[in-house]
Nanobody, 112 residues
């Protein structure tokens, strides 16, 4: 049973930073990423990273967010800087291989 365990969410003031982590059980996944869902909105891609380290970001996150992974630890990270109230959302870890898996999410709240 594959499990994705996110951590690192919380309350931060605008302009602050947070680092999210997601540990995956099981095998190494070709692609891991982060999505987010704000209240009343659809889930959207934040960023994803391949096992070789190739990254892709949503346009609004470029320059502020950095995704990375440690394959030895089967962990993906999301460093979020210059946070804005609009970044408030539940952030979900995603892992894609033969199947796609989701974490339960971690709440990030950015106060103005």
């Amino acid at each position: 049973q594959v499990q994705l365990a996110e951590s690192g969410g919380g309350l931060v003031q605008a302009g602050g930073s947070l680092r999210l982590s997601c540990v995956a059980s099981g095998s190494i996944f070709p692609i891991m990423g982060w999505y987010r869902q704000a209240p009343g909105k659809q889930r959207e891609l934040v960023a994803h990273i391949t096992v070789r380290g190739t990254t892709d970001y949503a346009d609004s996150m470029k320059g502020r967010f950095t995704i990375s992974r440690d394959n030895a630890k089967n962990t993906v990270y999301l460093q979020m800087n210059s946070l804005e109230p609009e970044d408030t959302a539940v952030y979900y870890c995603n892992a894609r291989g033969a199947m796609t898996y989701w974490g339960k999410g971690t709440l990030v709240t950015v106060s103005s």
